[in-house]
């Protein structure tokens, strides 16, 4: 929270004479000098408000008074008497442990007195009887002053007729400069090779913002850092556990008049309990491939390096690689990668190893055992020979060497023993397989082994290629029709993939621009349609490993005109179909206006058009559209087709139109002449 405005007094006393001036200054944390500032006076059950354009407001009243600045709070209460007798006795607002207080009593200049007498708590401070002959004041010392000061004071005077005279009494409250110390720490059970940070709290009075405070740090006896300092905080960079143990601060004034410390506060490091393992990346490496061995290290405090061994069958061992990253890479595995390994993580003060693993590169280990027994050996125990094996064989199912992502399939490496040239009492063999989901990680070539410790054979290499699914276009437009000016969306999305995939736009092979979709869903592309936007879209997904392209969506932009020739501008265009309103337009300076659309066979029916400016609606007679589709085809006969309604001409087919209102006649010159077919339109008339 924001802190309190202070009041500051000049001069420093709360006690003056009537006809005196005091000047009262207002201080906060954050304060502009040309801020205004709210000043409050109490006086019995009188409250004023005043406001002044600086800090300082002199008064001369007698109250309790009260500051604020803005986004402050209130002040303290700070209590002034303007007093009206002969004799007063000052002292300051406030009084703080260890400071030197001065009590000053004071006569009106017209007063002499002979002697002077300052009493606390009512009995006579021996040692501050001053004996005088002339003077209206004297001033009465406090030396370093504690808590055995507090109480109430006033003093007295002889005058030269021996009449007496007394003060008005003042109550002396020796304050805290700042309270005792409390040390905290980031954390009182911390971690060997871990950070602590220490801070001593305590908070000086906001009465005296000129002191400064120092602070140092101890360890049991031990003083930590280089002394005394200016920051509250003490940082341990790196704890061990031989720094457990008992810590205290203290606090003290620049002047070192003031010093007080802390209780203490017991920090245990605890033992790092270190967990190093090792693990692989791919889980599943063939020959060939690159492998990764990645050290995880817990519990260890850095920085660390890591060291990475590698043991041989005659118990000897060889450092391999030391740095501070925690990955070892095998560029190319290869059989003489096979053994184990493990890695040790070190830091300036101790090395911790992890368990060794074995890595053995081979995907299966197939085998064949024969036995048979011989002549001399009937009777005795069975002998066993053990026959190498035949060349494996390694198969894909299902079968195919282009796969897609998400699919599942397994190896089968077989390996079988013809016939042998001696009695069989048994043959054993067996099949090894191995099952799993790909990714497009999983491209790339495979073969197995099969050993039985006699000879080692390997089957031919397979090919194998994960790709993606083929996209499926789509084409989204905000109406049932796609007409001149809509924003139309190419949606392209491969069902199965996996990401990232690159998605790429085409409109009659030229492309119109790419996406990517780093997590596996579809892509889209907007287009403002225009009448050139007519023709085929296709798009293509890729994600690496060889891309896949969509059918083919052709999309028509058409449009229909409507004009009334006579008519005041400006007047409003409104197209229907089968007497469904199929869209409207305006034209401001008259003429005619125009809707596009999109042909399709759906598009077949009656078509009309209404004029309307505000002094009437008028409509045209209705025509009828018919739209063919080329046997066999999704295509209509003239994709290129472009409908006008309007005077003379009112369609306009670019085929081969009749229209007996003005005998025009039009053909499609890009059709040939055996699709060229007719379309018969019934005419209309312009609107009235």
């Known amino acids: 929270t924001e802190p309190k405005s202070v009041i500051f007094l000049h001069s420093p006393w709360t006690t003056v004479f009537q006809g005196e001036n005091v000047t009262l200054t207002c201080k906060a944390f954050h304060l502009d000098a040309s801020e205004k500032i709210k000043w409050y006076r109490w006086y019995f059950l009188e409250k004023t408000q005043s406001e002044t354009s600086g800090n300082t407001h002199e008064v001369h009243e007698s109250g309790d008074y009260r500051c604020q600045a803005q986004d402050s709070p209130l002040s303290n209460r700070v209590g002034l008497f303007f007093s009206p007798a002969n004799l007063i006795l000052q002292a300051p607002l406030d009084v703080f442990e260890k400071e030197s207080v001065i009590l000053r009593c004071r006569a009106k200049a ?46 007295t005077g002889v005058k030269e007729d021996d009449q007496l005279v007394s003060s008005n009494s003042v109550k002396i409250e020796v304050q805290e400069l700042f ?51 200016s920051s509250p905080e003490f940082w341990i960079h790196t704890i061990w556990r031989e720094n457990s143990g008992s810590y205290w601060c203290q606090a003290q004034s620049m002047n070192s008049s003031v010093q007080k410390q802390s209780q203490r506060l017991q920090i245990q490091v605890k033992k790092v309990v270190p967990d190093i393992r090792i693990y692989s990346r791919p889980k599943l490496v063939f020959e060939g491939q690159e492998l990764v061995l990645i050290c995880s290290v817990n519990g260890v405090p850095g920085p660390i390096t890591v060291s990475w061994y590698r043991k041989f069958k005659l118990r000897t061992e060889r450092k391999l690689h030391t740095s501070s990253e925690t990955e070892f890479k095998i560029p190319v595995v290869q059989n003489s990668h096979d053994g184990e390994y493990y890695c040790v993580a070190s830091n300036s003060r101790s090395s911790f190893r992890s368990d060794p693993v074995t890595i053995n590169f081979q995907m299966t280990h197939p085998f064949t055992t024969l036995r048979a027994p011989r002549a001399q050996d009937i009777g005795k125990n069975e002998i066993e020979f053990q026959v190498s094996p035949s060349q494996p064989v390694l198969t894909l199912s299902p079968p195919g060497t282009w796969t897609f992502v998400g699919d599942e399939v397994s190896f089968d490496c077989e390996a079988q023993r013809g016939v042998l040239l001696m009695k069989i009492e048994a043959t054993l063999w067996r099949t090894m397989s191995y099952r799993f989901s790909l990714t497009e990680e999983h491209s790339g070539n495979y073969y197995c082994t099969a050993d039985n410790g006699l000879g080692l054979q390997s089957s031919e290499t397979l090919r194998l290629s994960v790709t993606i699914s083929h996209p499926v276009l789509t084409l989204r437009a905000p109406g049932a029709q796609a007409v001149v000016g809509d924003m139309m969306e190419l949606h392209c999305e491969a069902q199965r993939g996996s990401p990232p995939i690159w998605y790429h736009f ?29 023709g085929n879209y296709f798009c293509e997904a890729d994600n690496g490993q060889g891309f896949q392209r969509s059918n083919t969506v052709s999309l028509t932009v058409r449009e229909l005109h409507c004009e009334a020739q006579r008519g005041s501008p400006p007047i409003l265009y409104q197209f229907y179909h089968k007497d469904v309103a199929v869209g409207n337009s305006s034209a401001t300076l008259g003429g005619g206006a125009s809707f596009n659309l999109s042909l399709t066979t759906k598009h077949s029916g009656n078509y009309s058009c209404k004029a309307g400016n505000g002094l009437g609606v008028q409509q045209s007679e209705v025509m009828l559209l018919s739209v063919i589709a080329q046997p066999g085809t999704d295509r209509f006969l003239s994709p290129a087709a472009e409908m006008e309604l309007q005077h003379s001409c009112l369609l306009n087919f670019q085929l081969k139109v009749w229209d007996p209102s003005c005998g025009c006649a039009f053909r499609n010159l890009d059709l040939p002449s055996s699709t060229v077919q007719e379309v018969f339109l019934n005419a209309i008339k312009t609107p009235h």
């Open 110 to 155: 017209n007063t002499g007195l002979k002697t002077i007498k300052l009493y606390k708590n009512g009995k006579v401070l021996e040692d501050h009887t001053v004996e005088i002959s002339v003077g209206m004041l004297t001033d009465f010392h406090i030396h370093q002053a504690s808590l055995k000061d507090n109480g109430k004071y006033h003093c």
């Open 179 to 229: 309270p005792r110390p409390v040390l905290r720490a980031s954390s009182t059970q911390p971690t060997e090779g871990g950070a602590v940070t220490l801070t001593c709290e305590t908070q000086l009075s906001p009465q005296r913002p000129d002191v400064q405070l120092q602070f140092h740090f101890f360890r049991d006896r031990r003083s930590l850092g280089s002394g005394w300092g």
């Open 506 to 534: 085409y409109h009659e092979d030229v492309s119109l621009g790419s996406s990517s979709s780093p997590f596996g869903r579809g892509a889209s592309f907007n287009l403002l349609l225009t009448a050139e936007h007519s």
